[in-house]
């Protein structure tokens, strides 16, 4: 990992040792406080479990239970974190609104109301909220509303059926939402890649640990994360119907590009790509493989680009929803102010990967080497 890398993926130290040892310790009295994930599992736990202690390098933290299942980990059966009164009062009322969110997801609550049901102000809900889950109410329940939908397609469900038990109101609010969310139809998602072979691998690299999975035509999955579980889960959720096996050979050539573009000796990455998108994700996709390395450029910058400058929100999606990270630089885009907005993959992912990269611009521009191994010119 670069100094620049380093210095922008440095945990809080001090605050993390006292969790180990408490978790070391298997001390009841921060039960509440927070819940420690191992990445080697894809399970929380709180504080207190009675499980055997992974390595340290394994366990990652979270304030909430509702955070840690949000980055993609299940929870414990055996210590039932969810049913821990949150010590922190903060915490507490963070978890309360998630509550209440979960419970109205067919008639979703504004922050005005979850605000007044909460005994606070929206500012302060808001605020608090943020800092704690990483995103907003709303967004939160756009994320379990879709969760939802998702769940209900792999059981098999009709769209139309899964449309309304999901909570959305129409199925013209599901097709402007999920539709760029799902990163295909929905008609198209349900069958769940049927038909399909999938081959992938995962590897270290300077961001924790990445997947690679393609079909015969292209990449269909890049993934960043902490635990294999958690990638093998989500792609597994992704495609459930598909025919998937993990073959490092066959992804070798991609995966070999994807991590010399994240050490800076590859720049460029123009691999072949087999996802299913609208064309209105596709355009916008497209528009973010030309932001040159090095670059970002605003959401408003890339909707006047595809020649729709009122749908920056819609933009927005389309990046969030980006299912290959990396080959599709998302991570190029920020908000007009320049400041970093959403990234599925993380915030400090997406720090680190704009700051490395305008470093290794700077110090660093000559050509890239492409695939067949010539130059290719400085982007």
Not at 127 to 150: V, W
Not at 296 to 324: D, K, L, M
Not at 339 to 365: F, S
Request: net charge positive.
């Amino acid at each position: 990992m670069g100094p620049a890398l380093s210095n922008l993926w440095k945990p809080h130290i001090v605050v993390e040792n006292s969790y180990w040892r408490g978790v070391l310790e298997r001390d009841r009295r921060l039960d509440g406080a927070f819940v420690f994930a191992v990445r080697s599992t894809g399970i929380y736990c709180r504080p207190s479990c009675p499980s055997r202690r992974p390595a340290r390098k394994q366990v990652t933290f979270f304030p909430l239970p509702e955070a840690a299942e949000r980055a993609g980990f299940r929870p414990c059966r055996r210590c039932r974190p969810r049913e821990t009164r949150a010590s922190n009062p903060q915490a507490e009322l963070v978890r309360r609104v998630c509550a209440q969110i979960d419970s109205n997801l067919d008639a979703p609550l504004g922050l005005q109301a979850l605000s007044a049901l909460a005994g606070t102000s929206p500012f302060h809900l808001q605020r608090t909220f943020k800092r704690l889950m990483g995103i907003s109410p709303r967004e939160y329940a756009d994320a379990r509303r879709l969760h939802r939908f998702k769940a209900h397609l792999r059981e098999g469900k009709e769209v139309t059926d899964a449309i309304y038990e999901a909570g959305y109101g129409s199925s013209s609010r599901l097709y402007e939402r999920a539709s760029s969310q799902l990163g295909m139809t929905p008609a198209t998602y349900r069958r769940g890649g049927r038909g399909m072979t999938i081959g992938y691998t995962i590897a270290n690299c300077p961001l924790g640990r990445v997947l690679v999975a393609a079909t015969e035509r292209g990449v269909c999955m890049v993934s960043l994360g902490d635990a294999d579980a958690v990638l093998e889960a989500a792609l597994l959720s992704e495609y459930p119907n598909a025919e998937i096996h993990r073959d490092a050979s066959e992804i070798s050539r991609w995966l070999k590009a994807i991590l010399s573009n994240l050490d800076g000796h590859e720049r460029r990455l123009d691999l072949p790509l087999d996802v299913e998108a609208t064309a209105f994700q596709r355009q916008v996709w497209q528009e973010l493989r030309r932001i040159p390395y090095g670059r970002t450029r605003s959401y408003s910058e890339v909707a006047r680009a595809i020649g729709r400058p009122r749908a920056v929100r819609a933009v927005a999606r389309a990046c969030a929803t980006n299912p290959v990270s990396i080959v599709v630089p998302c991570h190029r885009v920020v908000r007009e102010d320049g400041n970093l907005a959403g990234y599925r993959w993380g915030l400090n992912r997406k720090a680190a990967l704009i700051e490395t990269e305008k470093q290794r611009r700077k110090n660093a521009p000559a050509g890239a080497v492409t695939l067949n191994g010539t130059k290719a010119a400085s982007a």
